[in-house]
């Protein structure tokens, strides 16, 4: 086990701010490790949603999850976009960002849905450089989320895990390893989703992920709804006993629950996350 490349604090387990939550976080502040909010559900905005973002501020740990940043686009950089980012980031104080590996439109239009790449060489510099770009305007290292997909390129040269390991490396910037993406992708791709963690850099990972799908028959939909399946609690075991202790997340972003159902399908991660911290101990002694 590699200490961890960047300083950032092992959080705990965590859940999404959602809207259908706030009445109950300010008002109760339940015992809730920390929160990921989306990003761009607080630029350029005022109000009552900033405010809540702000109160949680206060009292929780929060970071951000964007879902706009687009880093494998051929557009250039949305600048105005990263500066509406950096400008939160100041008012909020965030422990870190994050975003997907993917392209969400092209000629200005978004999609707004996270659109696989090809992994080519062509397209790991064009990632690279572009994180480079990023990361320079927003002076902080940014985490970059694998994302489950349903198709794959003819074109690709090396398998996305290799992708997001050499990107990590070139671009000298943070993971977020989302073990329910791993897990369908590999069911809808036919590959080994331990072989996937194994490879790559566990000191670069800073967040995880984890979330329930949807099985279609003929392959699995990252829903974010419902309780997570046994093979990916087993996945993110897997990954904590490489990583050491990390922040996990829970997300449920479907037919969204009361809090307690939603905190109490995360706090399964702490089972995972205390012989971690237990094999971390043994190991430094």
Known sequence: MKAPRFDLPALGVGIGLRTTHYG????????????????????????????????????????????????????????????????????????????????????????????????????????????????????????????????????????????????????????????NNVYVSSRNHDFDPVAYVDALPAERVVQFHVAGHTDKGTHLLDTHSGTARLEVWDLLRHALERTGPRAVLYEWDEDIPDLDVVHAEALRARAFLQPSTRGAAHAAR
């Open 24 to 179: 109950r976080v300010l008002a109760e502040r339940p015992a809730i490790d920390w929160f990921e909010v989306i990003t761009e559900n607080y630029l350029s905005t005022g109000g009552r949603p900033l405010r809540v973002l702000e109160q949680v501020a206060e009292r929780y740990p929060v970071v951000f999850h964007g879902v706009s940043l687009s880093i494998g686009s051929t557009d250039p950089l949305d600048r105005n976009y990263l500066a509406q980012v950096k400008d939160l980031a100041a008012r909020i104080h965030p422990h870190w960002i994050s975003d997907h590996l993917c392209w969400t439109g092209v000629a200005g239009r978004n999609v707004h849905d996270l659109l696989p790449l090809p992994y080519t060489e062509e397209c790991l510099r064009h990632v690279v450089a572009r994180v480079r770009q990023v990361q320079d305007i927003l002076e902080r290292p940014i985490a970059l989320e694998n994302p489950s997909s349903y198709v794959q390129f003819r074109a690709s040269q090396m398998s996305e895990a290799e992708f997001l390991a050499r990107m990590a490396e070139d671009a000298d910037c943070a993971l977020l390893l989302d073990v």
